[in-house]
């Protein structure tokens, strides 16, 4: 199992990431995506909404983020599920299925910053927290490619999205 954060998983870790679940490697990977680079200094991340800003984007963030679930799926994933540290007991029911899952699986966590949300007017962490509640949508029969998470938050949609058998190469 590999825990780490959106920058761990989707830049630093990127290649790995998609070549694993290309191979589908019997792994267990956890993203916690906070949208930024919150433990280095607030720069910008792979998932950070377009438009928001970060201490290496202070007038918006230009580029389009990466839709985690549609990489994953992309790549090869087995298993694709995104639930936010709000809905506990989806989250951990999710957890329980992956660990069942034989080849790559990904749950992604959505877990507001704590120390950079008032770059973006979003109050606090805990009126971040709320948003996330009142924006937070089930859905998983959503398209994959309507799961982007873009600056204005209008819904946030979670679930477990992929369940499928793949051959595993290693593991």
């Not at 089930?138 to 938050?153: N, P, R």
């Given at each position: 199992t590999v825990v780490g954060g959106d920058g761990d998983i989707l830049a630093i870790g990127g290649n790995?990431?998609?070549?694993?679940?290309?191979?589908?490697?019997?792994?267990?990977?956890?993203?916690?995506?906070?949208?930024?680079?919150?433990?280095?200094?607030?720069?910008?991340?792979p998932t950070t909404p377009?438009?928001?800003k970060t201490t290496t984007s202070p007038y918006g963030h230009f580029e389009n983020p990466?839709?985690?679930p549609l990489l994953a799926y992309a790549a090869g994933a087995?298993?694709?599920?995104?639930?936010?540290?709000?809905?506990?007991?989806?989250l951990y029911?999710?957890?329980?299925?992956?660990?069942?899952?034989?080849?790559?699986?990904?749950?992604?966590?959505?877990?507001?910053?704590?120390?950079?949300t008032d770059r973006n007017a979003m109050g606090d962490a805990v009126d971040l927290m709320k948003i996330i509640r009142e924006k937070s949508v089930?859905?998983?029969?959503?398209?994959?490619?309507?799961?982007?998470?873009?600056?204005?938050?209008k819904k946030i949609i979670l679930g477990n999205f992929v369940k499928r058998?793949?051959?595993v190469s290693y593991g």
């Open positions: 790995h990431f998609i070549h694993a679940a290309r191979r589908n490697d019997d792994i267990n990977v956890i993203i916690v995506n906070n949208f930024i680079y919150g433990m280095t200094g607030g720069q910008y991340s377009k438009g928001a990466f839709n985690v087995s298993y694709v599920a995104r639930w936010s540290v709000l809905h506990q007991n989806e029911q999710a957890l329980l299925d992956m660990f069942k899952v034989k080849g790559f699986a990904v749950v992604e966590v959505l877990s507001p910053c704590i120390i950079y089930v859905d998983h029969t959503a398209s994959l490619s309507d799961l982007d998470i873009d600056f204005s938050m058998e793949r051959p």
